[in-house]
């Protein structure tokens, strides 16, 4: 299995959650999520729902790291590797080798990724129209014209698509000018330009900044001292496999399972594409 690093829950308790509506949801919902998760973690592990929100919540072993590894199948849309089983070590804190598998609930695919991460820590995520947590922001633009604008602004290549080019990392003020003065420039006499894109540096930019260049879109953020982990699919693998998400039953199970070597791991199995 692929190693994909490690994540910290000094709560006890762990949460695989989608990340589109978190921050959103429980702000309205008159309790917090780790309420929910603690409350689900105190029987042993559960599902966690609230409007389009979902999660699953389990005890662990809030001493150490806990490591998450995942194996891998060939995406129907093009062929590189995407995440079929989801494993988390749990540690002492969950259920002993000795039990059955338990059945915590299923899970969709959520479009904007998944978060893995301690649950209290996640009552502070910030989505991506959140406001920016370091005071920074990345621009970045792309056209027919982008070469010509470089020129006119500079700016060097970006992330890994080519022919995109921008800056990282600058002040939120700047950032916004700058973004402005792109939009508003044009590179010929019908008035074309090139596409623009601010991205305030949210905890979801961040960790989707940080899986890049990651085989399979997995970033690390760190939220409240806490290690989380977003872990991305490809638009048109989701496209193929997951779109509709619960609504087209596109929802997969996640257990408590007995490894021999490890003790109990949280297992999120994702079936291979059947066309």
Not at 19 to 46: D, I, K, N, T, Y
Not at 77 to 96: C, K, M, N, W, Y
Not at 150 to 166: I, L, Q, S, Y
Not at 189 to 209: E, F, K, N, Q
Request: with cysteine.
């Amino acid at each position: 299995m692929a190693d994909l690093g490690v994540v910290t829950a000094p709560s006890g308790v762990l949460a695989l959650a989608t990340a589109s509506h978190l921050s959103h949801v429980w702000p309205v919902a008159g309790e917090a999520f780790s309420e929910r998760a603690q409350s689900a973690a105190a029987h042993g592990g559960g599902h966690v729902g609230e409007w389009l929100f979902e999660a699953v919540a389990v005890p662990v072993d809030a001493e150490r790291p806990l490591a998450v590894r995942a194996a891998v199948s060939p995406s129907p849309f093009d062929q590189r590797p995407a995440i079929a089983v989801l494993e988390v070590d749990l540690g002492a804190g969950s259920r002993t080798a000795a039990d059955a598998p338990l059945l915590l609930g299923d899970l969709p695919v959520d479009r904007c990724g998944m978060l893995l991460g301690d649950a209290t820590a996640l009552d502070s995520w910030v989505g991506l129209d959140g406001t920016s947590r370091d005071g920074l922001a990345d621009v970045v633009y792309w056209g027919g014209h982008a070469q010509a604008a470089r020129r006119e602004f500079g700016g060097e290549p970006f992330g890994r698509w080519p022919g995109r080019f921008g800056w990282r990392d600058l002040p939120v003020a700047q950032a916004r000018k700058l973004t402005d003065a792109l939009r508003a420039w044009t590179g010929d006499d019908r008035g074309r330009g090139v596409m623009v894109s601010l991205d305030i540096h949210t905890d979801h930019y961040l960790a989707s900044r940080a899986g890049w260049e990651h085989p399979l879109r997995v970033g690390n953020v760190t939220v409240n001292g806490c290690g989380v982990l977003l872990l991305e699919w490809d638009p048109g693998d989701h496209s193929m496999r997951h779109r509709g998400e619960r609504a087209y039953g596109h929802v997969y199970p996640a257990t408590i399972n007995n490894h021999h070597a490890r003790g109990a791991v949280l297992r999120w199995t994702i079936p291979p594409y059947d066309g």
